[in-house]
């Protein structure tokens, strides 16, 4: 084993695994290519996922970079961040994750996006802008805290401009690629 090499390889592969499968019914929600039960399948899936990251921070805290290795650190981030229907888990994780910075053991940019997702799921204002609103409309913030300071805020978590962030995103999401009944996805894209 290198210094490289996660200590939990297995439970890095199964994250892994789960946060593939959620981004790709994730891409065709957003361009509303699922019926009634692919979204339900989706959704029982988030659950899933997240039953068993619950499971996973209760053994081990948060899975850093060298307990899974930073690909399944960010497999765990995503579903974390997609837990949407446990806003007292969301929160919870936040914490975990928020230790796992301060130890040098994870991405201060993925904090700072599953704080704004907490504060977001459970009626807060954002602070750092990384939360989206996508429809057929088009782009938009989700609330935001003090937005005159919000990029001097997210240069402190290693975040571009929030100008720079909503091109990105624009060019990543076009309008042009939803349908007119696509429904209002909230995005973690403001990166």
Same mark, same amino acid.
């Given at each position: 084993?290198?210094?490289?090499? @996660?200590?939990?390889? +297995?439970?890095? $592969?199964?994250?892994?695994?789960? &946060?593939?499968? #959620? &981004? ?9 290519? /699922? ?5 339900? !399948?989706? $959704? %029982?899936?988030?659950?899933? *996922? ?31 961040? %997609?837990?949407?229907? &446990?806003? +007292? ?12 910075? !301060? #130890?040098?053991? =994870? $991405?201060? *940019? %993925?904090?700072?996006?599953?704080? +704004? ?8 204002? !954002? ?8 429809? @057929? ?9 003090? @937005?005159?300071?919000? +990029?001097?805020?997210? #240069?402190?978590?290693? /975040? ?21 009944? =696509? ?9």
């Amino acid at each position: 084993m290198t210094a490289a090499d @996660p200590l939990q390889p +297995d439970l890095a $592969r199964d994250l892994i695994d789960r &946060a593939t499968k #959620a &981004a790709t019914h994730r891409a065709a929600r957003v361009r509303n290519h /699922l019926d009634a039960v692919l979204l339900g !399948q989706g $959704r %029982h899936s988030d659950h899933a *996922d997240t039953k068993v990251l619950r499971r996973i921070l209760a053994e081990h805290g948060w899975p850093g970079h060298r307990l899974v290795g930073p690909d399944a650190a960010r497999a765990a981030w995503s579903i974390a961040l %997609h837990s949407d229907d &446990a806003p +007292d888990f969301q929160r919870a994780a936040t914490i975990l994750l928020e230790r796992a910075v !301060q #130890a040098g053991d =994870a $991405r201060i *940019d %993925h904090w700072a996006h599953l704080h +704004d997702r907490a504060l977001i799921t459970n009626g807060h204002l !954002q602070e750092y802008g990384t939360q989206l609103l996508l429809n @057929p409309d088009g782009i938009t913030l989700c609330p935001l805290r003090a @937005p005159e300071s919000l +990029d001097e805020r997210r #240069a402190t978590v290693g /975040l571009p401009p929030i100008t720079v962030a909503l091109e990105t995103v624009r060019l990543r999401y076009t309008v042009g690629h939803l349908s007119e009944d =696509a429904p209002t996805v909230v995005l973690a894209g403001a990166a």
